[in-house]
Each structure stands twice: as structure tokens, then as C-alpha cells.
């Protein structure tokens, strides 16, 4: 089983849906978490940190439930910028990094 | 501005050739990695660093080799011995290696096999 797993789409969405996605992970004493977004042929940029409590960005809303071990990304109201790759990225103890395989997202007129 | 450089931004390698890429940070991290991404897969750690002087190795270092004499920059060589490096390096940095900090990355060498 991976340590962390992605579904890895792609989403193909119209302009203006709403998409979520989802991401499990293996290790229960997993430390932070985060979303990254990935462009073509680009680096990986952060795209939120995700909290206990939830939290929100914009159009962004990203959620942990760490009693059944996943993370989830909301994108409200998607632009055709919103087209990229998303990376769900959790720390383990001594602050390693997992990274999750990514989901493709593809926003269309 | 502030940020991670890396280069060149695309590599060709003759079979048997080491070649080196570069990673420099002007952001006054502590904690500076290196990744390698193929095609579908997410990333994997190669070698990261946390002080200077000191390295480790990540979950596929065979075939790398890295140094970190200065805060700034953290080279990572790709040995005749890695017979399969064609993929996308990525360099990134942290404030520290603690375990909520999130990692910036530089825009990454594409290293080719000729």
C-alpha cells in the first residue's frame, strides 16, 4: 500500500463546477499536511497547508479527518486556471515528506 | 527576490558521464533536498540536507552523490552509476526540517540521456 494515494484522474469539470478531491495516508502519526499544485512541466508550488479544524482560502477549502486518515481538497466556482495537477503531501516523524502520486484536473470552457 | 535557482534547466548525459546539477537559495533555509519525479509518479527523495557540512541519504540516493560546504547551495551529481536518470530534479528548501514546514522548490533540471 502506498503511503500516501491520490486518485489520479484525470478530472475533466466544466468552468464554474465544484471539484474534490481526495487523499488517504498510511502513517497515523503523520504530522502536517499539505496541498500542492503542479503546472505542465513545472515545479510543485504550495497551494494551502491543511489544518485540524479545516480551512479555507479563497475558493480553496481544505479539510483533515485524522481519525480515518484522509485529506481532502474543495474547489468551488473552477476557473480554466485551476487546470494542473494536485499533490497531496504529507510529514512523517523527522520531517520527511511523502508525496502523493498527484490528480489532474482539467477545467474546460 | 528571494528564491531557489537551479541549473541548467535542461541536461543531456552521455552513458558513463557524471554530471552535476546546481541549487542555490538565497532564502536563509537551513534544510535543503533534492527530489527526482517520473513520468505518473509522484516524488521521491534523493538526498537532503539540514546543516551545512551534513547530508543525508533519502529513499533512492544509489547513483547520487551530493556536498553542502555553504548554506546556499547543494549540488547534486549524477554518477555513471544511476542507469536510469533521465526524469525531472527537483530542488527544494525549508526553513528547517521540522515537521510543519512546508518545502519551496525550484523550477527544476530535466536531465536527459543521450
Known amino acids: 500500500r502506498k503511503e500516501v494515494e491520490q486518485d489520479p484522474g484525470p478530472f475533466n469539470v466544466p468552468e464554474g463546477a465544484t471539484v474534490a478531491f481526495n487523499c488517504t495516508y498510511s502513517?497515523?502519526?503523520?504530522?502536517?499536511f499539505f496541498w500542492y499544485r503542479q503546472d505542465c512541466r513545472k515545479e510543485p508550488k504550495l497551494l494551502m497547508s491543511v489544518y485540524s479544524s479545516g480551512n479555507e482560502d479563497g475558493r480553496f477549502t481544505a479539510q483533515l479527518n485524522r481519525a480515518s486518515q484522509y485529506i481532502s481538497l474543495l474547489i468551488r466556482d473552477s476557473k480554466l486556471s485551476d487546470s494542473a495537477t494536485y499533490l497531496c503531501?504529507?510529514?512523517?516523524?523527522?520531517?520527511?515528506?511523502?508525496f502523493g502520486q498527484g490528480t489532474e484536473l482539467s477545467v474546460k470552457p | 527576490d528571494g528564491g531557489i535557482t537551479q541549473s541548467p534547466k535542461y541536461l543531456f548525459r552521455k552513458e558513463g558521464q557524471n554530471v552535476t546539477l546546481s541549487c542555490e537559495q538565497n532564502?536563509?533555509?537551513?534544510?535543503m533536498y533534492w527530489y527526482r519525479q517520473d513520468p505518473g509518479q509522484g516524488l521521491r527523495l534523493i538526498y537532503y540536507s539540514q546543516i551545512v557540512n551534513d547530508f543525508q541519504k533519502g529513499d533512492i540516493a544509489e547513483g547520487y552523490s551530493v556536498s553542502r560546504e555553504k548554506k546556499e547551495s547543494f549540488p547534486l551529481t549524477v554518477t555513471s552509476a544511476q542507469k536510469n536518470p533521465t526524469a525531472f530534479y527537483l530542488c527544494?528548501?525549508?526553513?528547517?526540517?521540522?515537521?510543519?514546514?512546508?518545502?519551496?522548490f525550484g523550477d527544476g533540471t530535466r536531465l536527459s540521456i543521450l
Open positions: 502513517n497515523s502519526a503523520s504530522q502536517s
Open positions: 532564502l536563509n533555509h537551513d534544510a
Open positions: 527544494a528548501s525549508s526553513v528547517n526540517r521540522g515537521g510543519n514546514q512546508p518545502q519551496h
Open positions: 503531501v504529507v510529514t512523517i516523524q523527522g520531517g520527511k515528506l511523502i
